[in-house]
């Protein structure tokens, strides 16, 4: 008899606050990172003992890009070649979020991918095959693994433990255009071997929205040289009522606000979209 389908979310990944402390003399950029994760998320589905593969769809899906080079994909082979004899089958991605946005959609695919093939081999997110499996999949890939508000540093293999404040009213708003991150870290400027001289993320004991006002996203400033329409989205949010932060997370283009309430987030989401009909938005709540 054929196993069941296996399905699992993989929620977006939103940076609350992202700094960059310097840039290592092999090129990669030190950060530390408050990370929550969204209501919003894309679906995967596993089908236990078809060959590996990947079917796309949903209203994001033409985003993608090519199945076969998926970070789906790309994680289970990462994980197979540590485990000979690794059980997996084909997947099914509803993809709901946008591309290349700044909140972690392909990483949190792959983490969704572990996380459906290590339940079907008994594996534990913790084993060390696992980890190193993600961690090779992608920077981001190990903070999404077990997907609830953390800190994480260095170039994303540093995980936090989970972090426990109240949930965060929240709208995510993307202008639809790329900021790619290779691009918004070469507009940072910053030369190998150097510190960008800016702070480390500030204490996170005491109140949540303190803590977060306290906070930024350093890849910011350059992420508007790469693409300027996210100066708009920002604009957008910090001028809706009850709208009490608005950032941009990660690498761009996504931008979110942080509201007072559930009820203030769904009103000031309504009227961006009337106003941006062509723009991805979304209320949410962050975790």
Same mark, same amino acid.
């Given at each position: 008899?054929?196993?069941?389908? $296996?399905?699992?979310?993989?929620?977006?990944?939103?940076?609350?606050? #992202?700094?960059? #402390?310097?840039? *290592?003399?092999?090129?990669?950029? &030190?950060? &530390?990172?408050?990370?929550?994760?969204?209501?919003?998320?894309?679906?995967?589905?596993?089908?236990?003992? &078809?060959?590996?593969?990947?079917?796309?769809?949903?209203?994001?899906?033409?985003?993608?890009?090519?199945?076969?080079?998926?970070?789906?994909? @790309?994680?289970?082979?990462?994980?197979?070649?540590?485990?000979?004899?690794?059980?997996?089958?084909?997947?099914?991605?509803?993809?709901?979020?946008?591309?290349?946005?700044?909140?972690?959609?392909?990483?949190? =695919?792959?983490?969704?991918?572990?996380?459906?093939?290590? @339940?079907?081999?008994?594996?534990?997110?913790?084993?060390?095959?696992?980890?190193?499996?993600?961690?090779?999949? +992608?920077?981001?890939?190990?903070? !999404?693994?077990?997907?609830?508000?953390?800190?994480?540093? +260095?170039?994303?293999?540093?995980?936090?433990?989970?972090?426990?404040?109240?949930?965060?009213?929240?709208?995510?708003?993307?202008?639809?255009?790329?900021?790619?991150?290779?691009?918004?870290?070469?507009?940072?400027?910053?030369?190998? +071997?150097?510190?960008?001289?800016?702070?480390?993320?500030?204490?996170?004991?005491? =109140?949540?929205? &303190?803590?977060?006002? *306290?906070?930024?996203?350093?890849?910011?400033?350059?992420?508007?040289?790469?693409?300027?329409?996210?100066?708009?989205?920002?604009? #957008?949010? *910090?001028?809706?009522?009850? !709208? *009490?932060?608005?950032?941009?997370?990660?690498?761009?283009?996504?931008?979110?606000?942080?509201?007072? =309430?559930?009820?203030?987030?769904?009103?000031?989401?309504?009227?961006?979209?009337?106003? @941006?009909? =062509?723009?991805?938005?979304?209320?949410?709540? $962050?975790?």
């Amino acid at each position: 008899m054929p196993l069941a389908p $296996l399905v699992a979310r993989a929620p977006a990944k939103v940076n609350l606050a #992202l700094h960059v #402390l310097g840039r *290592r003399e092999d090129g990669y950029h &030190e950060l &530390e990172s408050l990370v929550a994760f969204a209501g919003v998320a894309d679906t995967l589905g596993l089908i236990p003992g &078809e060959p590996l593969g990947l079917t796309v769809s949903g209203p994001t899906a033409p985003d993608s890009g090519d199945p076969n080079d998926n970070l789906v994909l @790309k994680a289970v082979r990462a994980l197979a070649a540590r485990r000979p004899g690794l059980r997996a089958g084909r997947f099914l991605l509803m993809k709901r979020l946008p591309a290349a946005a700044g909140i972690g959609g392909g990483s949190s =695919d792959a983490a969704a991918a572990l996380r459906l093939v290590a @339940k079907l081999n008994g594996l534990r997110l913790d084993d060390p095959d696992v980890i190193a499996a993600a961690r090779e999949t +992608g920077a981001d890939v190990p903070v !999404c693994l077990s997907p609830k508000a953390r800190v994480m540093a +260095g170039i994303g293999e540093v995980v936090g433990p989970p972090l426990r404040f109240a949930p965060l009213p929240a709208v995510l708003v993307n202008p639809r255009v790329p900021a790619p991150t290779a691009a918004v870290f070469r507009a940072l400027g910053l030369a190998p +071997g150097t510190s960008s001289g800016g702070s480390a993320l500030p204490s996170l004991d005491g =109140d949540s929205w &303190e803590v977060l006002a *306290r906070s930024r996203n350093d890849l910011e400033a350059p992420a508007l040289s790469v693409a300027p329409v996210i100066a708009e989205a920002l604009t #957008l949010l *910090r001028g809706s009522q009850h !709208c *009490r932060i608005a950032r941009m997370s990660g690498s761009g283009a996504t931008v979110f606000g942080l509201f007072t =309430d559930r009820d203030a987030a769904r009103d000031a989401a309504r009227a961006l979209r009337r106003a @941006k009909p =062509d723009w991805w938005i979304r209320p949410t709540l $962050l975790r």
